[in-house]
Every structure is written in structure tokens, then in C-alpha cells.
């Protein structure tokens, strides 16, 4: 009798408990703060412009089926933000050049089966006073999202996702893109050129030529001997080079002198030695080779056949 009114008390719970439980489930809301995307914290660029301009052609020719205006970043914007963090307008004035940053499309389109796809296209024009493009670099971003089916496709958080993806992509190859079509039109934050230094360089600091042979460790590169200075060294006789070019007269001095030390070297051996006559055996090296001259009419004489009493 006890047990009815029991099961009919735990169904009652259950019949309270569930409806409750599911109904907190179905009011869980999904994430609804989106941090801004901003990109001040990648370095600027720096260009020689005097005004910078931003034009959206995403607006007057929009996409159609674009989604992207749901999305908490809208793609637009975010490209209008990246433009006023990162390029810089420093040029001077006088040369009154104008850059334009272009947004040619922007845009989140929901595909079928449940796919969204993203596309980015921006340009950056230089003008010159008459506004005449000079120069220009463009940069293209495209990106593919495949969220959960059985979710909302266009949620925000899918939306926020696949505009910072392609953000990513669009920052690192425009800034690619600038600065190899761009490159004469880049300044530091002060406006001094990037390239100044090749711009700049001293054409009196030419390269060097070669030192020449017998230089010594100061810099300072003797002369060439002369042929009565080198005559001297291979008979072994030290000869210092002038740091100047010797006169005329000093040239003939040295000559002389070492003329006459030449001659008097051979001089003292003016007969062969008629045991050695190449030199002494004792294996001591002759500082210079000697002329075996032939002995002299009479010098040598034959023994005696005289026999002896």
C-alpha cells in the first residue's frame, strides 16, 4: 500500500527535475565577447607619402550573398583597422605623393552544404602630384570554414573565426608584397629612406688595391729594389730599402758600391784550390756558386823524372 504513493513521489520529481534540467541546457548562450581585431602590435610601415587615403570598393560593389556584415569584426572594417595600425604616412610634404589603400573585396559567402568561404583583395597605390599612379602592391586572402552542421553555420563565433584566419594571411603577404614592389617608397619613423645607406655611400671610399709585395705591418709600402740592390742580396750583402724614392745620385752610389763588394768577393780566391777545387767537403753551403777557373800556364808541374843518386 506504502509503495504507490512512493513511485508516484519519484515520478513527480522526475517529471520536474528533467523539464528543468534541459531547459538550462537550452538557455546556455554561446559566446558573445569577441575581442577587436587590431594589429598595432606588428611593426608599422613607414611610407614617403605626404597623406594616406582609405577607399572601400567592397561597399559600392558588394558581393552578393555577402554574410560578412554579421560577423563581430566585419571584414571591411577589419581590413580598415589593419590599414590605420600598420601604414604610415611620413613623407615629406614638399613632395606632395599620396598613397591609397584600396579595399577591392570583402566578403563571407554561405555556400551549400554548410561551408563558408571567405575572400580578401586590398592594393596600395602610390600618386604623384598630378595623380599618376607610380607604384602599386597588391595582396589577396582567401579562406574555407566547415563548422559543426548540425550548429548555426552563420554564428558569430564561425563568422569571427574565418575573418581572423584570413587577417592572418592578408597581414603577412600584403607587408610581403610592399616592400618588393615598394621598396623606394619606404622611410624609418624619422623619414630618412630605408635605402639611404646605399644612397649615400662616400664614392671616395673606392676598394683598396692590393698592398704590394713587401709591405710592412704600419701600412707603408717600400719600393721595388733595384737591380744593384737585389745583385747585393744574393751575394750577402744587406741592403735596406729607402721608404722614398732614391735620387739619381744615390741610385748611382749604390750601384758603385755594390759593383765593387761584388768584385771583391771572387777576388780572394783568384786560383782554384788544387785539392778542392769545387770547395771545402764539409758540407757548409756556399752562400753563392763560384767559377771553377782553369789553372794558370805553368802552375802545375809535373814530378821529377830526374832519378835520384
Known amino acids: 500500500m506504502m509503495l504507490l504513493p512512493r513511485m508516484r513521489l519519484s515520478h513527480l520529481v522526475a517529471a520536474f527535475v528533467l523539464p528543468a534540467a534541459l531547459a538550462g541546457c537550452a538557455g546556455e548562450k554561446p559566446q558573445t565577447h569577441f575581442a577587436p581585431l587590431t594589429y598595432d602590435y606588428l611593426g608599422q610601415i613607414h611610407l614617403n607619402v605626404a597623406t594616406l587615403d582609405v577607399v572601400d570598393n567592397s561597399v559600392t560593389n558588394p558581393e552578393p550573398g555577402d554574410i560578412g556584415y554579421k560577423s563581430p569584426s566585419p571584414p571591411d572594417h577589419t581590413l580598415r583597422q ?8 611620413t613623407g615629406n610634404t614638399a613632395a606632395a605623393a599620396t598613397a591609397h589603400f584600396v ?8 555556400q551549400p552544404g554548410g561551408t563558408l568561404d571567405g575572400q580578401m583583395n586590398v592594393h596600395l597605390d602610390i600618386l604623384n602630384p598630378e595623380g599618376q599612379r607610380v607604384a602599386s602592391a597588391s595582396a589577396q586572402a582567401t579562406q574555407t570554414l566547415h563548422p559543426d552542421p548540425s550548429q548555426d553555420v552563420e554564428s558569430a563565433a564561425n563568422l569571427y573565426e574565418i575573418t581572423k584566419d584570413m587577417m592572418q594571411t592578408i597581414n603577412v603577404e600584403f607587408e610581403y608584397q610592399i616592400r618588393h614592389s615598394l621598396n623606394k617608397w619606404l622611410v624609418d619613423a624619422g623619414g630618412t629612406p630605408m635605402n639611404n645607406a646605399i644612397q649615400t ?34 751575394t750577402g750583402t744587406a741592403t735596406t730599402t729607402a721608404s722614398t724614392a732614391p735620387t739619381p745620385a744615390q741610385a748611382t752610389g749604390t750601384a758603385s758600391t755594390t759593383a765593387s763588394t761584388a768584385a771583391a768577393t771572387p777576388a780572394q780566391e783568384s786560383e782554384p784550390n788544387a785539392i778542392f777545387p769545387a770547395g771545402t767537403d764539409d758540407g757548409t753551403a756556399q752562400s753563392t756558386p763560384k767559377k771553377t777557373l782553369s789553372p794558370k800556364a805553368g802552375f802545375l808541374k809535373l814530378p821529377s823524372t830526374a832519378k835520384t843518386q
Open 82 to 89: 589593419m590599414a590605420a595600425d600598420r601604414l604610415i604616412a
Open 103 to 110: 579595399i577591392d573585396k570583402a566578403f563571407i559567402l554561405h
Open 201 to 234: 655611400q662616400s664614392l671616395t671610399g673606392a676598394a683598396e688595391a692590393p698592398p704590394l709585395a713587401g709591405a710592412t705591418s704600419d701600412n707603408t709600402t717600400s719600393l721595388t729594389e733595384t737591380p744593384a740592390s737585389t745583385t747585393a742580396a744574393a
